[in-house]
């Protein structure tokens, strides 16, 4: 088979069609075109038009790996998975990584390393959340330990973990001190904090108890009990329990329910 025309293609910049024995073969890139010194009257074998074939799909799935990586960087599986959903071959897929990471395109200890730094520094998210995360695009636990020592440090995630404490603190309202302490612990340990973290995180915070913001939280949530559970039968106790299940203290759960039985006898 001869090629008889090289046709530049209008819509994509740098492919070429290629026509054998005046009719039209198939399509190529131009490092492709380079690569095997293709020209006019050049004479092609079975053998050789699938081998040029097989480089242009590679050329292909490079350039949209490169467009992939332009984004943000990608771990090898990241970048696995997104070729095997173009629809390339595994020989394809194969020399793609190969040739990446040949280039420095693709390193997992790099992309790990960068990854912790991002997600310690801009979501304050705690390690265990970002060990998952990093396990879930295929890092090697060995190797999440070693950046996350390295470049997430006991201090600063103590210190992502005040900062989380003391929004939660702000924006958490009519809780008794214990509701208040058990949410914070709960929230940071979901934001995958370790329980020594968050134990240094409420010592530097010294979180204490106000018995006035106490009192507040206690009358609001009292409230609401009183007006559901004062004039059913054994209501009085109800309300004790749920106000004690709330985490507020006897005495001043019992001065509650004193002050109200007082205003409604008045």
């Known amino acids: 088979m001869k090629i008889t025309k090289i046709e530049a293609q209008k819509r994509h910049k740098d492919r070429y069609n290629i026509y054998l024995d005046e009719a039209y073969a198939f399509p190529v890139a131009e490092s492709v075109l380079i690569q095997f010194t293709l020209m006019k009257g050049l004479e092609l074998t079975e053998a050789q038009v699938e081998q040029i074939k097989k480089a242009d799909d590679q050329a292909k799935a490079y350039g949209k790996a490169l467009n992939y990586l332009s984004y943000q960087l990608r771990s090898e599986k990241e970048m696995r998975d997104y070729l095997y959903d173009q629809d ?25 390393a960068s990854y912790v730094r991002t997600e310690a520094r801009l979501t304050k998210k705690g390690p265990r959340s970002i060990s998952q995360k990093l396990f879930q695009k295929g890092i090697d636990r060995n190797l ?13 995630q103590v210190d992502n973990a005040v900062e989380l404490l003391q929004k939660l603190i702000r924006t958490t309202h009519n809780k008794s001190f214990i509701q208040l302490k058990q949410k ?13 973290v968050i134990d240094q995180a409420l010592q530097a915070v010294a979180l204490d108890r106000d018995d ?43 001065r509650f329910l004193d002050e109200k039985q007082a205003a409604d006898e008045g």
């Open 184 to 196: 914070i612990k709960q929230n940071l340990m979901q934001k995958g904090f370790t329980t020594e």
């Open 88 to 112: 390339y071959t595994t020989a394809t897929v194969k020399a793609i990584i190969a040739k990446l990471k040949d280039l420095n395109y693709l390193d997992d200890a790099d992309f790990a």
């Open 144 to 156: 999440i330990e070693d950046k996350l020592v390295s470049d997430y440090p006991v201090e600063q």
């Open 212 to 254: 006035d913001a106490e009192w507040d939280a206690l009358v609001n949530a009292g409230e609401k009990l009183w007006r559901r559970q004062a004039t059913k039968p054994q209501g009085i106790q109800k309300i004790k329990q749920g106000l004690y299940r709330k985490g507020f203290k006897l005495d001043m759960i019992q």
